[in-house]
């Protein structure tokens, strides 16, 4: 599928690393799927988190993974669901980003399979305005979306959020970790609402709640304080970059799926408020 980032002016400390590596990393991109040497990881690698992203575009692969090395990750590439599938089963990375409208095997063929075997982190890359394949990637399984064309900087805050949030997960899990000082538990109780903002972990009534990075910025904007009416320019501001542009319609299809979520546990849940013409508000009562 070909799509684009949102423009963007790479910084300084990037663009002589974009000029060297670009046309090498647009060739590794499209060959991945032939060869296997590419998917193993570097000397270079230890220590670093590991991001495959799988898309048909070269153009996408190569921007994406040039930020992201900046950034401290090291990236493995994919043109195809299928080369990405094997690949991943074989030797994981930390997350994986797919675009969803990919030949051989498209991301939410991809998704389907890596589940059965794997709770690998996904962000999903999707049409703009597509709901349909929104819906559809959240229920396979995926951690969060974003659509095209996007931002940079937003896709890494996301990368980092989920990795954060795994992490902390993962020390939870693990009794026998050792740290140097005691992380104190910041937990934001409103009413029934119980949110975790290290583990972006949230429950209503004590009964979990799955939501996605956005959501969990969107819902923690409004539950902070309750009563106060936030404008969708205010919740987009807690929820995505500066830089990014996002329509009054993404905030009320995020609310909307909030509701819905909660629903399913709540009937009657009316936490969330519509306030026409200025915007929302969460009530604790």
Known sequence: MTASIRCFTLPNRLLH?????????????????????????????????VIALVDDDRNILTTVSIALQAEGFATRLYSDGEAALKALLENPAD??????????MDGMQLLRELRKHSALPVIFLTSKDDELDEEAGLEQGADDYIAKPFSLRLLLARIRAILRRNAALADDANPDKITDKEDPV?????GRLLMDPARHQVSWDSKPVSLTVTEFLILEALAVRPGVIKSRNQLMDAAYTEDMFVDDRT?????????????????????????YGAGYSFTDG
């Open 17 to 49: 690393h974009a000029m060297d590596e670009g046309a090498s990393c647009r060739e590794s991109a499209m060959q991945s799927h032939t060869d296997p040497d590419l998917d193993r990881r570097s000397p270079a690698d230890v220590g670093q988190k």
């Open 95 to 104: 997350l994986a980003v797919f675009d969803i409208k990919m030949p051989r």
């Open 186 to 190: 910041d937990i934001l109780a409103r």
């Open 251 to 275: 905030v009320d299809s995020h609310i909307k799926r909030m509701r819905r979520k909660f629903r399913t546990i709540d009937g009657n849940f009316s936490a969330i408020e519509t306030l």
